[in-house]
C-alpha cells in the first residue's frame, strides 16, 4: 500500500511543484535508490520486469526508488523535473495473471526515461498500457498479489492524477492539492479518459444511463475498504490542505511520517498510517521508501529521498540531476538478504526501534530533526548553484545521514521494549529475520 499527493505553484510556500510519496511493500522487500544516465540505447527493446518492449532511441538521465528484484520502480524523477507515484488500486474488472504485461512501475520508469513534460509522461503511460495492459504480478514473495495502478504525474507547471483499470484511465488535472492512495478517487469530473471507456463499463453492466461515475463503476469495494485507503487519504489531504501558502518540502517530509493515532506502539499504528510499520495479518506491509521532489524550472529540482524504510527513524537526502551519486559502482544496492548497503544498515535500526518506537523517538527524533533542518537550510542556498556544487553538497549530505545512523544505531539498544509488546508482533517479526538472517544483536 502506498500514498502519494502533490502540491501546485499556487498552493506551495516557495511557487514550487512538491510531489510526495511513501511506498508501502513488503517488510523484507529492500527498496534500492539507483540513477540511471541519460543514454541512447543500441537495442530495439528493453526487458520490463516481465515482457520485453519497444526501447526508445533516447532515455533521459532518472532518478528511481525501486524493488530491489523489478524492473520499474515506485517513485522517481527525471532531468526534466518530470517526477511520478504510483498506487496500487483494485477493481471489478479481473486481471488474468499471466504476466503478460506491464507493471504500475514498469509504466512509471518507462516514462520517466523517455517524457520532458507530466502530459506527455502520461501520454507515455496511456499508451504502453493500451498496447501490453497491466497484467503483471507486484507483489515479492506474494505472486498472486495482482492490482491495476493510480499515478501522480507532475513537472515544475502542471500535475495530473492518473486512473486505470484494464487498458482503460480518467485523468484529472490538479490545481492547488491532491492525494491519492490504494483505490480509486475521480468520479463524475475528468479532463480526460481512454476512447471506449463508458462502452466498456456498459457492456460489463457496470453503469447505466447519461450518468457515469468512474469510481462508483469500477472500484472493488472489498480490496478498497481494508487497504484503509480513505483513511489515509483523508489523512494527508487534511494535513496537506490546512498548511496552505505555507506548505514546502520540508512539510511534506513531516506529512510521510504520520502515525494515524498511536506514536508510542509500532504494533498499533496500522494500515491507516501514513509512515507504515508491519504488524502482521492486518499490516503486511511498511513504509519501505519514501521521496519529496520539489520541482522547479530550469533544471533546478531537488530531489529528497530516505532511501530506506520507515521515514519516522529516517532522514530526507537530497539529490540533484545532473549527477554522479546513486550510479552504479559509486552507492551499494540492497539485495535480497542482509548486506552493507544504506537500506539493510538502516533496517537494523528500523527492527531494532519497534519493540519501542515511543522511546525510540525520544532518543532520535530531536537529532534527526535538527540534520535535516540543516541539509533543507542549506538546499536553499545550493540548488540553483554549479552542478559541481550541488554534487558535492549531496555528497556531503549522505556522510552526515550515515553519522546519524551509526550513532542511532549505537544508541538503540539502550531502549527497553515497551511492556505493550504483543508477543505474536514479536514472534511476527522474529519469523521475518530468521527468513533473511537478519541478526540484531
Same mark, same amino acid.
Given at each position: 500500500?502506498?500514498? $502519494? %499527493?502533490?502540491?501546485? #505553484?499556487?498552493?506551495?510556500?516557495?511557487?514550487?511543484? !512538491? /510531489?510526495? =510519496?511513501?511506498?508501502?511493500?513488503?517488510?523484507?522487500?529492500?527498496?534500492?535508490?539507483?540513477?540511471?544516465?541519460?543514454?541512447?540505447?543500441?537495442?530495439?527493446?528493453?526487458?520490463? $520486469? %516481465?515482457?520485453?518492449? #519497444?526501447?526508445?532511441?533516447?532515455?533521459?538521465?532518472? !532518478? /528511481?526508488? =525501486?524493488?530491489?528484484?523489478?524492473?520499474?520502480?515506485?517513485?522517481?524523477?527525471?532531468?526534466?523535473?518530470?517526477?511520478?507515484?504510483?498506487?496500487?488500486?483494485?477493481?471489478?474488472?479481473?486481471?488474468?495473471?499471466?504476466?503478460?504485461?506491464?507493471?504500475?512501475?514498469?509504466?512509471?520508469?518507462?516514462?520517466?526515461?523517455?517524457?520532458?513534460?507530466?502530459?506527455?509522461?502520461?501520454?507515455?503511460?496511456?499508451?504502453?498500457?493500451?498496447?501490453?495492459?497491466?497484467?503483471?504480478?507486484?507483489?515479492?514473495?506474494?505472486?498472486?498479489?495482482?492490482?491495476?495502478?493510480?499515478?501522480?504525474?507532475?513537472?515544475?507547471?502542471?500535475?495530473?492524477?492518473?486512473?486505470?483499470?484494464?487498458?482503460?484511465?480518467?485523468?484529472?488535472?490538479?490545481?492547488?492539492?491532491?492525494?491519492?492512495?490504494?483505490?480509486?478517487?475521480?468520479?463524475?469530473?475528468?479532463?480526460?479518459?481512454?476512447?471506449?471507456?463508458?462502452?466498456?463499463?456498459?457492456?460489463?453492466?457496470?453503469?447505466?444511463?447519461?450518468?457515469?461515475?468512474?469510481?462508483?463503476?469500477?472500484?472493488?469495494?472489498?480490496?478498497?475498504?481494508?487497504?484503509?485507503?480513505?483513511?489515509?487519504?483523508?489523512?494527508?489531504?487534511?494535513?496537506?490542505?490546512?498548511?496552505?501558502?505555507?506548505?514546502?518540502?520540508?512539510?511534506?517530509?513531516?506529512?510521510?511520517?504520520?502515525?494515524?493515532?498511536?506514536?508510542?506502539?509500532?504494533?498499533?499504528?496500522?494500515?491507516?498510517?501514513?509512515?507504515?510499520?508491519?504488524?502482521?495479518?492486518?499490516?503486511?506491509?511498511?513504509?519501505?521508501?519514501?521521496?519529496?521532489?520539489?520541482?522547479?524550472?530550469?533544471?533546478?529540482?531537488?530531489?529528497?529521498?530516505?532511501?530506506?524504510?520507515?521515514?519516522?527513524?529516517?532522514?530526507?537526502?537530497?539529490?540533484?540531476?545532473?549527477?554522479?551519486?546513486?550510479?552504479?559502482?559509486?552507492?551499494?544496492?540492497?539485495?535480497?538478504?542482509?548486506?552493507?548497503?544504506?537500506?539493510?544498515?538502516?533496517?537494523?535500526?528500523?527492527?531494532?526501534?519497534?519493540?519501542?518506537?515511543?522511546?525510540?523517538?525520544?532518543?532520535?527524533?530531536?537529532?534527526?530533526?535538527?540534520?535535516?533542518?540543516?541539509?533543507?537550510?542549506?538546499?536553499?542556498?545550493?540548488?540553483?548553484?554549479?552542478?559541481?556544487?550541488?554534487?558535492?553538497?549531496?555528497?556531503?549530505?549522505?556522510?552526515?545521514?550515515?553519522?546519524?545512523?551509526?550513532?542511532?544505531?549505537?544508541?538503540?539498544?539502550?531502549?527497553?521494549?515497551?511492556?505493550?509488546?504483543?508477543?505474536?508482533?514479536?514472534?511476527?517479526?522474529?519469523?521475518?529475520?530468521?527468513?533473511?538472517?537478519?541478526?540484531?544483536?
Amino acid at each position: 500500500m502506498c500514498d $502519494t %499527493f502533490v502540491a501546485t #505553484p499556487k498552493f506551495t510556500k516557495n511557487k514550487t511543484m !512538491i /510531489l510526495a =510519496k511513501n511506498s508501502d511493500r513488503e517488510p523484507n522487500e529492500a527498496q534500492a535508490l539507483v540513477r540511471y544516465p541519460h543514454m541512447k540505447p543500441k537495442s530495439k527493446t528493453v526487458k520490463t $520486469t %516481465f515482457i520485453e518492449i #519497444p526501447q526508445a532511441k533516447e532515455t533521459f538521465e532518472v !532518478i /528511481l526508488s =525501486k524493488p530491489f528484484h523489478m524492473w520499474g520502480a515506485e517513485m522517481g524523477a527525471n532531468e526534466h523535473g518530470v517526477a511520478i507515484g504510483n498506487e496500487a488500486v483494485f477493481s471489478k474488472i479481473a486481471l488474468p495473471k499471466t504476466n503478460t504485461g506491464l507493471t504500475g512501475m514498469d509504466m512509471l520508469r518507462a516514462a520517466l526515461e523517455r517524457s520532458k513534460t507530466a502530459e506527455a509522461a502520461l501520454e507515455c503511460i496511456t499508451d504502453l498500457l493500451a498496447e501490453f495492459g497491466q497484467d503483471a504480478c507486484g507483489g515479492y514473495e506474494d505472486r498472486s498479489f495482482f492490482y491495476h495502478n493510480s499515478f501522480i504525474i507532475a513537472d515544475p507547471q502542471q500535475a495530473f492524477v492518473l486512473e486505470t483499470v484494464d487498458r482503460h484511465w480518467v485523468a484529472e488535472k490538479v490545481h492547488d492539492f491532491r492525494s491519492i492512495s490504494n483505490g480509486l478517487t475521480i468520479e463524475t469530473r475528468y479532463d480526460l479518459s481512454s476512447p471506449g471507456l463508458r462502452d466498456f463499463a456498459q457492456q460489463r453492466g457496470l453503469t447505466k444511463g447519461k450518468d457515469f461515475n468512474f469510481r462508483e463503476a469500477f472500484s472493488d469495494r472489498f480490496f478498497t475498504y481494508f487497504s484503509r485507503c480513505k483513511i489515509r487519504q483523508a489523512l494527508s489531504t487534511e494535513s496537506g490542505r490546512k498548511q496552505a501558502m505555507g506548505y514546502d518540502a520540508h512539510t511534506a517530509m513531516r506529512i510521510l511520517r504520520t502515525h494515524y493515532h498511536n506514536e508510542t506502539d509500532s504494533a498499533r499504528t496500522g494500515m491507516q498510517s501514513l509512515c507504515v510499520h508491519a504488524a502482521g495479518l492486518t499490516t503486511p506491509s511498511q513504509t519501505t521508501g519514501s521521496m519529496v521532489a520539489e520541482l522547479r524550472p530550469a533544471k533546478k529540482s531537488t530531489f529528497w529521498f530516505t532511501g530506506t524504510a520507515a521515514p519516522c527513524l529516517s532522514l530526507f537526502k537530497p539529490f540533484f540531476i545532473p549527477g554522479k551519486i546513486l550510479t552504479a559502482g559509486t552507492f551499494a544496492e540492497p539485495g535480497a538478504k542482509p548486506d552493507g548497503s544504506l537500506w539493510w544498515r538502516h533496517e537494523r535500526l528500523h527492527r531494532k526501534s519497534l519493540t519501542n518506537l515511543s522511546s525510540a523517538g525520544r532518543k532520535f527524533f530531536a537529532e534527526r530533526d535538527d540534520v535535516e533542518a540543516k541539509f533543507v537550510e542549506k538546499e536553499r542556498k545550493v540548488f540553483g548553484k554549479s552542478a559541481a556544487e550541488r554534487e558535492k553538497f549531496s555528497t556531503a549530505s549522505l556522510e552526515k545521514a550515515d553519522e546519524f545512523l551509526y550513532w542511532a544505531t549505537g544508541r538503540v539498544d539502550e531502549i527497553s521494549p515497551s511492556r505493550t509488546f504483543h508477543p505474536l508482533y514479536k514472534r511476527y517479526w522474529s519469523k521475518l529475520n530468521r527468513k533473511v538472517g537478519l541478526a540484531l544483536k
